[in-house]
């Protein structure tokens, strides 16, 4: 934990000094953090790679990192999806899918982003025929103020997972997200 160190997003447009910035290593340190937090009432805000020109994060209170809660969870190769770690940015995701013989259907030019930031966000990637990244998203895990971990998909808890795709955080903390894949695949510059 570092005390009172200021934060500011990608473009210095938006800062903060909070009382706390945190950087678990783990979604049970993060849990562990959350549930503490609101037993004490206090109140956190997480942030990816600050890209948001919005002052979304900007808090006084606790300002949490998913930086070191990355990687890929687990991989289903027979979906062709992939369970990944909310603090797994874009740019490290490519290299670890293509390792799997997968890629992201489509992803926005920023890859800078975390995943989790990039899903509660709406980030989009561009094509008439492609959603934002969040429609990729086939089941999501969210830490509650209680600390417990809730897992939702179309099936499991189908209208906390529609909400949580884009939700900016409100629910809880993302802390992992089963992503539908597709082949890898290379992409040519042709002009």
């Known amino acids: 934990m570092f005390a009172r160190k200021t934060w500011s997003n990608w473009s210095g447009g938006v800062t903060c000094r909070p009382g706390q910035f945190v950087v678990p290593s783990t979604v049970d340190a993060l849990s562990d953090l959350v549930r503490e937090t609101a037993t004490a009432n206090g109140k956190l805000r997480v942030v990816g790679a ?3 020109f ?3 994060v900007a ?3 606790t300002l949490v990192s998913l930086a070191r809660i990355s990687g890929i969870a687990e991989i289903d190769r027979e979906a062709g999806a992939a369970t990944v770690l909310a603090g797994t940015t874009i740019r490290d995701l490519g290299g670890l899918l ?3 013989g ?5 992803q926005g030019d920023i890859d800078s982003q975390a995943i989790a930031g990039a899903v509660s966000t709406g980030t989009h990637g561009t094509g008439i025929a492609f959603g934002s990244i969040s429609t990729q998203v ?3 895990t969210l830490v509650l103020a209680t600390g417990e971990l809730l897992s939702c998909s179309p099936t499991q808890e189908p209208e906390i997972f529609k909400a949580a795709q884009v939700s900016l955080g409100s629910l809880g903390v993302l802390a992992r997200v089963r992503l539908q894949c ?3 695949y290379v992409l040519r510059d042709v002009r």
């Open 182 to 184: 597709v082949p890898s």
């Open 98 to 100: 293509g390792k799997h």
């Open 50 to 52: 600050g890209h948001s």
């Open 138 to 140: 086939r089941a999501l």
């Open 59 to 61: 808090t006084e209170h």
């Open 102 to 106: 997968l890629a992201l259907e489509n």
């Open 54 to 56: 919005t002052p979304v």
